[in-house]
C-alpha cells in the first residue's frame, strides 16, 4: 500500500521518524514538505532528508506561514505521478490546503487531521470548506478525544480515529543518571499566557529556597518573564533559556526533577495534546499538568492533574513531588511505561497504519 502524507509538520526531523516506523508496517510512504515554514516572524526550515525508508519531495507552498490559507499549487501533479492507494493530508477540514488536497486526489481515499478540541463555527469561506471536506474525505484522524466529539457534534460521520499527530523515540528520550543538584523544575514550552508560565512562577515563591525553576523556549512573554523574574528577587532561583533544538531535548530533560504543564483554557483555545509531557514522562521525568483539554488524558495516572489557574493545588503537588522521593521514582517509571504503550512513533505509525488499510479494503 502506498500512502502520500502532506504536512508541513514534517520539516521536523522527529515528526519524520513516525514515517520510518509506518515503513515497517509495510507502507510505502512518500511525504510532501515544504521547504520551511513561516511562523512567529522567523523561518522554521526543512531539518535534514530522508533517511530512505520513505520517499520526500520538497514542494513550494503559497501563502507560506498563514495556517488556513495556504496551498500546495504542484500537489495534483504529484499525485498523478505517485498513484497512492490514500492520501492522507496532515490539515484541519476548514483549511484551504485540505480542501484542495482532496480536489487534487479524485477518486483516492482521503483523510484529514483535526486538533481542534473547542467547538467553532466559522465565517466564509472556512464554514464552507469544512462541510465539503467533510463530504469527501473518507475518514478522519483526531488527535484528541474531545476533537473527535467536535466532529460528531457536526454531524461527521465517517471513520475517525484517535491518534496523536506524532509520537516520541524510547531510544533518544530515555532515562539517566541525575547529574544536577537541588530540585529542579521544568517549564519547557512556547511563552504565551495559556500555557502558564506566570502560575508557575507564583508557585516557586511558595516552595523552598534550594528549589529552581528553568523555562526553556521563546514567545512574545518571554521578557515580561524576565522582568518578573527579577522584580520578584528570584534572579538565582528562576532562569528564562532560549528553545532548544528536538535531537537535544532530552539532554534538557533529564537536567530536571519535574516538568509544569499548567495550561489554562481561553474562549478560542485550551491545551491539545503537550507533547513536551510524553516526552518528559519518557525520560522518566514526573510530570504535574493542569486539567485544561487533552492534558489529563495524556498524563493517566501516570503523573499529577491539579485544576487550572490553581496556584495554590500546583504548589502542593511540587510540595509533595520535593519531599517524596518514592513518589517521585514511581511516577518516573510508571510514566515512561505509559509512553512504551501509547505514545512511540511506532505505537502511532501503527495505528495510522491500521485506519489506512481499513480504508484500502473498502474500495
Excluded at 513516525?18 to 526543512?46: D, F, Q, Y
Excluded at 495516572?301 to 517521585?328: H, N
Aim: charge should be positive; charged fraction near 20%.
Amino acid at each position: 500500500m502506498k500512502a502520500l502524507i502532506v504536512s508541513k509538520a514534517l520539516i521536523a526531523a522527529t515528526y519524520r521518524q513516525k514515517l520510518t516506523e509506518m515503513a515497517r508496517c509495510n507502507i510505502e510512504v512518500h511525504a510532501v514538505v515544504p521547504p520551511g515554514w513561516r511562523e512567529g516572524g522567523s523561518w522554521h526550515p526543512l531539518e535534514g532528508g530522508s533517511d530512505g525508508s520513505y520517499q520526500l519531495t520538497v514542494a513550494p507552498v503559497r501563502l507560506n506561514g498563514h495556517f488556513h490559507l495556504h496551498y500546495y499549487p504542484s500537489l495534483a501533479r504529484i499525485v498523478g505521478a505517485q498513484r497512492p492507494d490514500i492520501v492522507h493530508l496532515d490539515e484541519e477540514p476548514y483549511n484551504l490546503a485540505t480542501y484542495l488536497g482532496l480536489r487534487a486526489a479524485p477518486g483516492i481515499p482521503s483523510l484529514f487531521f483535526t486538533w481542534q478540541n473547542i467547538g467553532r463555527r466559522y465565517p466564509p469561506p472556512f464554514g464552507t470548506l469544512e462541510r465539503r471536506v467533510y463530504a469527501a474525505s473518507a475518514a478522519a484522524i483526531a488527535g484528541n478525544a474531545e476533537a473527535k466529539t467536535i466532529l460528531r457534534d457536526k454531524g461527521y460521520k465517517k471513520a475517525v480515529a484517535v491518534i496523536p499527530q506524532f509520537g516520541v523515540d524510547p531510544l533518544s528520550f530515555v532515562p539517566r543518571p541525575r547529574q544536577h543538584q537541588g530540585f529542579v523544575i521544568g517549564f519547557l514550552n512556547r511563552l504565551v499566557p495559556a500555557k502558564g508560565p506566570f502560575l508557575a512562577l507564583d508557585a516557586l515563591a511558595a516552595l523552598p529556597g534550594d528549589t529552581r525553576l528553568r523555562f526553556v523556549g521563546d514567545g512574545p512573554v518571554r521578557t515580561e518573564i524576565a522582568a518578573e523574574i527579577e522584580r520578584r528577587g528570584l534572579e538565582k532561583r528562576a532562569v528564562v533559556e532560549p528553545r532548544v533544538p528536538s535531537a537535544t531535548m532530552p539532554d534538557v530533560l533529564n537536567e530536571l526533577d519535574v516538568v509544569l504543564l499548567p495550561s489554562l483554557t481561553t474562549p478560542s483555545w485550551k491545551e491539545q495534546f503537550g507533547r513536551v509531557l510524553v516526552e518528559a514522562m519518557a525520560c522518566g521525568v514526573p510530570v504535574i499538568g493542569s486539567n485544561s483539554g487533552e492534558i489529563p488524558n495524556v498524563i493517566g495516572d501516570a503523573g499529577m492533574v491539579v485544576p487550572e489557574g490553581d496556584t495554590r493545588a500546583l504548589s502542593a503537588a511540587l510540595q509533595q513531588l520535593y519531599d517524596d522521593g518514592a513518589l517521585r521514582r514511581k511516577l518516573a517509571e510508571s510514566g515512561r511505561q505509559r509512553v512504551l504503550e501509547r505514545y512511540t512513533h511506532a505505537r502511532i505509525a501503527a495505528a495510522t497504519g491500521e485506519l489506512y488499510r481499513s480504508l484500502t479494503s473498502q474500495t
